[in-house]
């Protein structure tokens, strides 16, 4: 029997299968943000292709968020619509469908000459530069933006929502002690850089309610010396999860320029099984999954509950292709 082709649950969804399209930018977005013809497409051919779950690339919540001049973003009405045109034609083609939010904090490419915020000033690399550490007025505006998107999300008829907070975005930024010097509540400890993540579930919890889906996407490791590490993200998770998380997907590295140590199959399935023993909500690993044994086997063998599978879904979107 297929474990990967049994249903599985997300909060209150169910899923079809186990195979997840992870987000993936497309840099197809127009100045402004806006979703067009070519995002309805590319996201209703892959749940076409028989994919369980669909979630829409990473999605500006604020001008000065987006992470490429060319990413789509959800912070203003106008961008609803266009938007909803995608998640229609994704539940059309026969999958539900997601879409991630997310601020790139000091690894973003701000609107318009917009800021470069992050919890301290500390800079990701030359290139993107010195953010601004961020007032307790720009937190709570950071926390409001995601709420406000999340509404949108709902209003553009998304089944789910995920929160980025892998790769070195702003959520990442704040957990992680090699970006967050702060000193105040929202820094000095693990508690204290868990705040604003706990703060933005909390608002959007408010904004969408109890019952849409809201999943979180991780990085377990920052691949480097005093950063993050499986067991610092689980604990994270473990104060996070009963704030409303419905799935933790789980990636790596992202927070500084320094490449993984190693890559290869199923790298990061190591680190989903230990998240996975730590939260009681499924878990999705995600990396260099490829075959339809590695699929059965980190699912026979309770590593995670789904796998996404991605690059792949790019060049070939039928599931049964690239399975
Ligand atoms: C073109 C491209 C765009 C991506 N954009 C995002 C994104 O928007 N959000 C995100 O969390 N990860 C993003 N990723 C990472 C993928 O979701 C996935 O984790 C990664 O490709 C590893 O899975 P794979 O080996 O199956 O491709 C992107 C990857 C690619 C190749």
Do not use: W
């Not at 009963?242 to 290869?264: F, K, N, Q």
Request: aromatic share 6%; proline share 7%; with cysteine.
């Amino acid at each position: 029997m297929s474990l990967a082709f049994s249903p599985v649950s997300i909060g209150s969804l169910r899923l079809k299968n186990r195979i997840v399209l992870p987000p993936m930018q497309q840099y197809q977005g127009s100045a402004e943000g806006f979703a067009g013809a070519y995002h309805r497409d590319h996201y209703a051919r892959r749940a076409r292709g028989g994919v369980g779950l669909v979630i829409v690339e990473s999605t500006a919540v604020a001008p000065e968020g987006r992470l490429m001049i060319d990413d789509v973003g959800l912070f203003s009405e106008a961008h609803v619509a266009p938007l909803a045109a995608v998640a229609s034609a994704v539940k059309a083609a026969g999958a539900p469908v997601f879409v991630q939010l997310c601020h790139g904090g000091r690894k973003a490419v701000p609107h318009r000459g917009g800021r470069l915020l992050a919890p301290s000033a500390v800079a990701y690399d030359d290139v993107y530069g010195m953010p601004e550490a961020m007032s307790l007025a720009d937190i709570a505006a950071a926390a409001e933006a995601f709420a406000m998107a999340a509404k949108r999300a709902v209003a553009a008829g998304f089944d789910g929502i995920e929160l980025h907070a892998a790769h070195g975005y702003l959520l990442h930024q704040f957990l992680s002690p090699l970006s967050n010097h702060r000193e105040d509540a929202y820094g000095g400890g693990p508690e204290g850089r868990l705040r604003f993540l706990a703060g933005v579930i909390c608002s959007v919890r408010a904004a969408v309610g109890m019952s849409l889906p809201v999943t979180i996407r991780v990085s377990a490791s920052d691949h480097a010396p005093g950063g993050l590490e499986p067991e610092s993200v689980a604990a994270a998770l473990r104060a996070l999860v009963p704030l409303g998380l419905d799935a933790i997907h789980v990636s790596s590295g992202g927070l500084t320029p320094t490449p993984p140590p190693e890559t290869g199959p199923g790298y990061q399935v190591r680190y989903a099984e230990v998240i996975r023993r730590a939260v009681a909500v499924p878990v999705i690993a995600v990396g260099q999954i490829r075959t339809r044994e590695q699929v059965e086997d980190i699912l026979a063998q309770g590593r995670a509950d789904l796998v996404a599978i991605g690059r792949p879904l790019l060049i070939y979107p039928d599931l049964s292709r690239v399975l």
